[in-house]
C-alpha cells in the first residue's frame, strides 16, 4: 500500500487483485484503503482462505467495498473465470 497508488487510479483500471488476508500481505483495512486508491470497476480479493493464518472474510469484505466505492466486487473460488 502507497499513495502512489492513487495516480494509478487517474489514469483507469478495469480490474484489481488485491490481497485481504492480512498476514504476510495487505489486510481487509488496508486492501479497502487500496481500492480507494486505485479505483479499479472490479476487484477480486485474493490471497484468502486457504489455511488459518490468512482466513480473512472476503464476503464482508466485498460488502465493505461495495457500501464505501463504485467498485464491483468479484469473490471468486478456484477454478472460476472473469470476463472483463
Known sequence: LFYDMTL???VGLDLAV???GDNFTMGPD?????VKFLKPKTVVPAHFGTWPIIDADAESWAARVEKQ???KVAVMKA???LVV
Do not use: C, K
Open 8 to 10: 494509478i487510479g487517474e
Open 18 to 20: 488485491i490481497p485481504i
Open 30 to 34: 488496508d486492501a479497502l484503503r487500496a
Open 69 to 71: 466505492t463504485e467498485t
Open 79 to 81: 477454478g472460476d473465470s
